[in-house]
Nanobody, 128 residues
Framework: QVHLVESGGGSVQAGGSLRVSCAAS????????MAWFRQAPGKEREGVAA???????????SGKGRFTISKDVSRDGANNTLYLQMNSLKPEDTAMYYC??????????????????WGQGTQVAVAS
């Protein structure tokens, strides 16, 4: 069973940087897609960035030029750590950030319904 645990959230001033991480274990897929989503209070969850096994990335317009998604993979492929580096943060980036994984890589993107496994989230707060 895939298990995802986010960490690294916190409070930061506008214009600052933060990196959130997601420790993924129990991965049984040889190819998969991982992504970051976020949900602000009173708003629907939205996709932030996605990365496929081969390293191809996609970043939503809200984060282009500011957010970078990356990952480190263990030698056996069963574990990895997903990162989201966020720079030039804005108050509107305040949200709970979730990582997600699906066991297919085709059209790796930010379709929420395609993802099977989810973490519990880490809170990011950006003060103006």
């Amino acid at each position: 069973q895939v298990h995802l645990v986010e960490s690294g959230g916190g409070s930061v001033q506008a214009g600052g940087s933060l990196r959130v991480s997601c420790a993924a274990s129990g991965i049984i897929y040889s190819r998969y897609c991982m992504a970051w989503f976020r949900q602000a209070p009173g708003k629907e969850r939205e996709g932030v960035a996605a990365i496929a096994t081969g390293g191809k990335t996609f970043v939503a317009d809200s984060g282009k030029g500011r957010f970078t998604i990356s990952k480190d993979v263990s030698r056996d492929g069963a574990n990895n750590t997903l990162y989201l580096q966020m720079n030039s943060l804005k108050p509107e980036d305040t949200a709970m950030y979730y990582c997600a994984l699906r066991g297919t890589v085709f059209k790796c993107g930010l379709q929420e319904g395609d993802f099977t496994f989810w973490g519990q989230g880490t809170q990011v707060a950006v003060a103006s």
